[in-house]
T-cell receptor, first 112, second 114 residues
Framework: AQTVTQSQPEMSVQEAETVTLSCTYDTSESDYYLFWYKQPPSRQMILVIRQEAYKQQNATENRFSVNFQKAAKSFSLKISDSQLGDAAMYFCAYRSARDMRFGAGTRLTVKP | DADVTQTPRNRITKTGKRIMLECSQTKGHDRMYWYRQDPGLGLRLIYYSFDVKDINKGEISDGYSVSRQAQAKFSLSLESAIPNQTALYFC?????????????FGDGTRLSIL
């Protein structure tokens, strides 16, 4: 079965600084997608960024970017110029044709 | 109005009770999902449905059942609730035409079983 591992239960960053959240996954499939979701205290689940496994280019969405290393099965999220509103739980997720798996999450604190 | 609506938002009930959590969506998506979220475990897939006649078990379906009443409605039932089913439950939808089919989530139902 596919697994998604987030090895950092908690991370902290100073406002305006950069932070990287780690994610590794295990799969034998070649066709899949990877995602990062954000869950603020309001408990909503919000899509941050997505990456197609067949694309070598790393996805970018404004201050959010990923480092996708397919051979290493690694998918880290970089948040630049951190803002107070970035404080939340962040979940890495994997999707194939009929499977959807989430990591356990990383709680990000942003210090003013 | 929310695109994916879950009711109730919170529920406290007793062991052995039958509970139904409801989900409706206005996004027009064919695919719907139920997850539970537990601290330290992230979200785990309970059931998913690709259309009204296509329902599939997810990672942790034991103790749960679902019904897809229409394209827009997907309910989750706990036939005889037990305390370890206490969790935050999410409904989600996806569109196969969207690359990767990102999940569109409801606001969750916090369920406590005493």
């Amino acid at each position: 079965a596919q697994t998604v591992t987030q090895s950092q239960p908690e991370m902290s960053v100073q406002e305006a600084e950069t932070v990287t959240l780690s994610c590794t996954y295990d799969t034998s499939e070649s066709d899949y997608y990877l995602f990062w979701y954000k869950q603020p205290p309001s408990r909503q689940m919000i899509l941050v960024i997505r990456q197609e496994a067949y694309k070598q280019q790393n996805a970018t969405e404004n201050r959010f970017s990923v480092n996708f290393q397919k051979a290493a099965k690694s998918f880290s999220l970089k948040i630049s110029d951190s803002q107070l509103g970035d404080a939340a739980m962040y979940f890495c997720a994997y999707r194939s044709a009929r499977d959807m798996r989430f990591g356990a999450g990383t709680r990000l604190t942003v210090k003013p | 109005d929310a695109d994916v609506t879950q009711t109730p938002r919170n529920r406290i009930t007793k062991t052995g009770k039958r509970i139904m959590l409801e989900c409706s969506q206005t996004k027009g998506h064919d695919r719907m999902y139920w997850y539970r979220q537990d601290p330290g475990l992230g979200l785990r897939l309970i059931y998913y449905s690709f259309d009204v006649k296509d329902i599939n078990k997810g990672e942790i379906s034991d103790g749960y059942s679902v019904s897809r009443q229409a394209q827009a409605k997907f309910s989750l039932s706990l036939e005889s609730a037990i305390p370890n089913q206490t969790a935050l439950y999410f409904c989600a939808t996806s569109d196969p035409r969207q690359g990767g089919q990102p999940q569109h989530f409801g606001d969750g139902t916090r369920l406590s079983i005493l």
